[in-house]
């Protein structure tokens, strides 16, 4: 038995985060910012190599890996990867939906998920990675509640660690995270 090595990617900018939105489940679309830095990254990511891509099954996922590889890679789109539902909050303001993240671990948002919710998703992700790509190095292109669920799953981070330590609080955006799942 060997280890799935895990590079976890970001989507692009959409059209909702340069309004001020949570999308959530909403299926927003790559802002033309989003759609350059999908493209940047290409050239960010030459220097690796994937033997597979999985992308969130959500829009703005899907086109960001697209615009970075095309075809270089099989890419495959699985739900499990979504960020959080925000229920009826989906799409609202981030200055609403953000303070309510961390207070929503294991208290569902309003119609919505919980991030042990999300935890759960990304955990069973994990077990088919075990088992369906073991030795291998996958991309995932997706959202922030499933990331924050490897740091919580694969580095041992409680939530409250995961939320403060969260890049996104730092605008310290880097091209790619490297995770490991150990078998």
Not at 16 to 42: M, P, T, Y
Not at 122 to 149: C, T, W
Request: with cysteine; net charge negative.
């Amino acid at each position: 038995m060997m280890a799935v090595k895990i590079t976890y990617f970001v989507h692009g900018t959409t059209t909702d985060n340069e309004e001020n939105k949570s999308s959530g489940w909403n299926d927003v679309k790559l802002s033309d910012l989003g759609i350059k830095q999908s493209k940047d990254l290409a050239g960010l990511t030459a220097g690796k190599v994937f033997d597979a891509v999985f992308t969130s099954d959500l829009n703005r996922a899907i086109a960001s890996a697209d615009l970075t590889w095309g075809d270089k890679y099989p890419k495959f789109a699985d739900k499990r990867l979504r960020e959080c539902n925000y229920g009826d909050l989906n799409g609202k303001s981030s200055d609403v939906v953000e303070p309510l993240q961390e207070k929503s671990i294991t208290t569902p948002m309003p119609n919505g998920e919980s991030y042990e919710d999300v935890r759960t998703r990304i955990s069973d992700f994990l077990d088919f990675l075990k088992r369906e790509y073991d030795g291998k190095h996958i991309a995932i292109v997706a959202h922030k509640a499933p990331q924050l669920a490897l740091d919580i799953l694969l580095k041992g981070m409680t939530w409250d660690e995961a939320f403060a330590n969260d890049w996104r609080k730092q605008k310290a955006w880097q091209p790619g995270w490297e995770y490991e799942v150990k078998q």
